[in-house]
């Protein structure tokens, strides 16, 4: 059974950097058609998509977001990340990790339980 | 403000049915498949729909989707306490270049 985990400090200052790791397992990034994507919440709001990216590096983000933010992959541990840059009190969410059924555009069929993420001083 | 309209609540008594609408363009569900997730509080979105109708498995056939046009629906049918929480439809928007999501509908079994 697929799994994915979010992990990274759950407090960050402002103009600081948000960064953080979702592990999966039970399964192999690099397998299969996949994209991987990041999804966040603010309190008491709906779901934002961040954005997603394959295993073989190409990426999309939100263009809202798209100067701030970098996604990545490592194959080799088998995990993909997620760095905001000049992180506010607006970017204070439960973040998600999850993997797209095939294509960035395709529903999220796996999530990871959420990391709730403050950004605060 | 987001992309996709869906209603903010609705609601229902155990075993009725109840339908969630979610209102787009054709940039975005007129020419994309929609998904729709279920979410109770606390927890991660769930998969429940994909590709408009599908399910995934292990997803109960009270749950359905369907679209037409610019516009899809969710219906669920005997329902039950167990389906409270909030429902979300979600897309690729072609003009965004981003994936877009409604703002939630809360259902409640009354």
């Known amino acids: 059974q697929l799994q994915l985990q979010e992990s990274g400090p759950g407090l960050v200052k402002p103009s600081e950097t948000l960064s953080l790791t979702c592990n999966v397992s039970?399964?192999?990034?690099?397998?299969?058609?996949?994209?991987w994507g990041w999804v966040r919440q603010p309190p008491g709001k709906g779901l934002e998509w961040i954005g997603s990216?394959?295993?073989?590096?190409?990426?999309y983000h939100n263009p809202s977001l798209t100067s701030r933010i970098s996604i990545s992959v490592d194959t080799s541990k088998n995990q993909f990340s997620l760095i905001l840059r000049s992180a506010t009190a607006a970017d204070t969410a439960v973040y998600y990790c999850?993997?797209?059924?095939?294509?960035?555009?395709?529903?999220?069929?796996?999530w990871g339980q959420g990391t709730r993420v403050t950004v605060s001083s | 403000q987001s992309v996709l309209t869906q209603p903010p609540s609705v609601s229902a008594a155990p075993g009725q049915k109840v339908t969630i609408s979610c209102s787009g363009s054709s940039s975005n569900i007129g020419n994309n498949d929609v998904s729709w997730y279920q979410q109770v509080p606390g927890t991660a979105p769930k998969l429940l729909i994909y590709?408009?109708?599908k399910r995934p498995s292990g997803i109960p056939d009270r749950f359905s989707g369907s679209q037409s046009g610019t516009s899809a629906t969710l219906g669920i049918t005997g329902l039950q306490t167990g389906d409270e929480a909030y429902y979300y439809c979600g897309t690729w928007d072609t003009s965004l270049t981003a994936v877009v999501f409604g703002g939630g509908t809360r259902l409640t079994v009354l």
């Open positions: 999850g993997r797209h059924r095939g294509d960035y555009g395709d529903g999220l069929d796996y």
């Open positions: 990216l394959y295993h073989d590096g190409a990426t």
């Open positions: 590709d408009n109708t």
């Open positions: 039970g399964g192999s990034i690099s397998s299969g058609s996949y994209y």
